[in-house]
């Protein structure tokens, strides 16, 4: 089992967190229920793992709706404008458990394990980073989000080239938030933006060197993920004539804490990991 599932890949961190106590209390509950999968890999026997699996596949699913419909509760609270589309990828989820718990008996454990970690790296990485982070956004003021902007070790990948590199697109963005007079915002904001642009292009460059240099087995996938990354960038400067200033800026931050942040902690990890294990 450990060839899917690895305790790198199921550890609560503190930048999970969205900054609601009872959400961010629920997703550490089903990180405990998913670490219970790494240990059935300690058992010998197929058939007890597979049934050891069944069990935790069966509380997974019951908790993870449990939690879906208190996540979805907070949404509607708040008047969250994407519940939505959120709702969707929450019945994804479900409608992915229940065809793991449907075809249990047929498929093999090897099988069986894969589509765990899958769903794994789906929800518990994935979604909390990317998804629920929009949520933290969407109910925090502009001024607090200013406030905690910003490079945090946390964001570390163990490699200190790459960590400088992430540190500076973060110093490049955290520009935008520069209080400056009015006349003057327009210009500041398009020039930062181009330095990010253009910076995040070079780090991409570099990166991709560096993982051609490892021989990292995930090289063309990870590319693409700069190619979305560096679109987005575009998209947000082809919509910035007709923003209003604090759109912007929560506009931008979601774009480094979404974008930028999810690849660091999900993405450059992988290559760092790959990385030290093939040393």
Avoid: C
Avoid at 17 to 41: G, P, W, Y
Avoid at 136 to 149: G, H, I, P, R, Y
Avoid at 228 to 233: Q, R
Avoid at 267 to 272: F, G, L, P, T, V
């Amino acid at each position: 089992m450990n060839s899917y599932l690895n305790s790198n890949a199921i550890i609560w961190k503190s930048e999970y967190n969205i900054s609601n106590f009872k959400i961010d209390k629920e997703h550490q509950k089903l990180f405990t229920i998913a670490r219970e999968a790494m240990n059935v890999s300690k058992l010998k026997d197929d058939k007890e793992v597979k049934n050891k699996l069944k069990e935790i596949i069966t509380k997974l699913f019951d908790y993870v709706g449990t939690h879906f419909s208190n996540e979805q509760k907070y949404m509607e609270e708040i008047d969250y404008p994407e519940l939505g589309n959120h709702k969707i990828l929450h019945k994804t989820m479900l409608d992915m458990l229940t065809t793991l718990i449907s075809e249990l008996n047929k498929l093999e454990l090897a099988d069986i394990e894969k589509l765990l970690f899958n769903f794994i790296e789906e929800y518990f990485i994935r979604h909390i980073v990317l998804e629920d982070k929009k949520i933290q956004l969407w109910n925090t003021s502009l001024e607090d989000l200013k406030k905690n902007f910003g490079w945090k070790e946390i964001y570390s990948v163990g490699n200190a080239e790459i960590d400088r590199e992430h540190k500076k697109l973060f110093d490049i963005a955290q520009d935008a938030f520069i209080e400056v007079e009015e006349s003057q915002r327009n210009a500041k904001i398009k020039e930062v933006l181009t330095e990010l642009y253009t910076y995040m292009k070079t780090h991409f460059k570099h990166e991709e060197k560096f993982m051609q240099e490892i021989n990292y087995p995930a090289i063309e996938e990870h590319k693409v993920l700069h190619h979305n990354i560096i679109e987005k960038i575009n998209t947000f400067v082809k919509k910035l004539p007709t923003m209003n200033e604090s759109l912007f800026e929560k506009e931008l931050a979601k774009i480094i804490d979404i974008a930028l942040v999810h690849h660091i902690i999900q993405e450059d990890r992988k290559i760092i990991a790959w990385s030290k294990s093939n040393l």
